[in-house]
């Protein structure tokens, strides 16, 4: 039987990751889960666990939210403005 090569932990061969230590038997594995957990961390749904899990949650909003506008691009900036413009003009012409 094979072992984890982190803990030594014997390993199954249905096993994915180690019950012991956690470790990924697989390289690709272990980038799919990081490549996720980036993902859950720019997600909206990653932001609003992140705020209701911290202690002060004021103050937590404003970090994340400044953590948003640094992470806008300009062509996000500029894909709001169209957008935003579109909207008005709508509105202009019903009225
Ligand atoms: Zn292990």
Not at 27 to 50: D, M, P
């Amino acid at each position: 039987m094979k072992q984890c090569p982190a803990c030594g932990h014997e390993r199954n061969n249905t096993d994915i990751r180690c019950p012991e230590c956690g470790r990924f038997y697989s390289k690709v594995l272990e980038l799919i889960e990081e490549e996720a957990l980036n993902e859950e961390k720019s997600t909206f749904r990653g932001r609003c666990k992140r705020i209701l899990n911290s202690g002060n949650i004021n103050q937590a909003m404003r970090a994340e939210l400044a953590s948003t506008i640094a992470g806008l691009s300009k062509k996000a900036v500029f894909a709001l403005f169209v957008i935003f413009v579109f909207v008005f003009a709508l509105v202009i012409t019903v009225l």
